[in-house]
């Protein structure tokens, strides 16, 4: 999971919608560098949280300093979660569209946040409604979303 996503849950109020996806539907592995990213956050509140606080391998880091180095579109922690899902089979939670595009090259799975709290609308693990009050909570937090992005949630249940 990138920092991005971390932040618009923890400043929104909603760490927890993190905590029951990593519970009932796929478990969140977050990475030290990406919890350094996050002021609010550290390890113990990852691991009391129920997601998987992970160290990121020595490989892993030298390949990312290598790529973000050479000029790469993408920065050094998303070089390290990318490093990670390829090494580690797994998926990738992220809004940042270089990091999608450059994972679905490589056929790794990637989630967006609203798509995270779609699935456990759909899995009947939190009412429409509370899921869209926390869609709204983070468009208004982040100025980067807009209304739109409220209503392609809505449309995930057409």
Do not use: W
């Not at 849950?9 to 919608?17: A, Q």
Request: proline fraction near 1%; glycine fraction near 6%.
């Amino acid at each position: 999971m990138d920092a991005n996503v971390l932040i618009d849950f923890l400043h929104t109020g909603n760490y927890e919608v993190l905590s029951q996806f990593s519970e009932k539907i796929a478990t969140i592995t977050i990475l030290d560098v990406i919890v350094g990213e996050v002021q609010e956050l550290n390890e113990l509140m990852v691991r009391e949280s129920g997601m998987v606080f992970q160290k990121t391998d020595e490989d892993t880091l030298d390949a990312a300093v290598e790529l973000a180095s050479s000029g790469s579109a993408l920065s050094f922690q998303d070089h390290c979660l990318f490093e990670t899902a390829c090494n580690l089979s797994y998926g990738i939670i992220t809004g940042e569209r270089k990091l999608i595009t450059k994972a679905k090259e490589q056929s790794i799975n990637t989630l967006r946040g609203f798509r995270l709290v779609y699935h456990l609308c759909s899995d009947r693990y939190i009412s429409k409604n509370d899921g869209l009050s926390i869609v709204t909570k983070i468009v208004n937090y982040n100025p980067f979303f807009n209304k739109s992005h409220i209503i392609d949630f809505l449309d995930l249940f057409e």
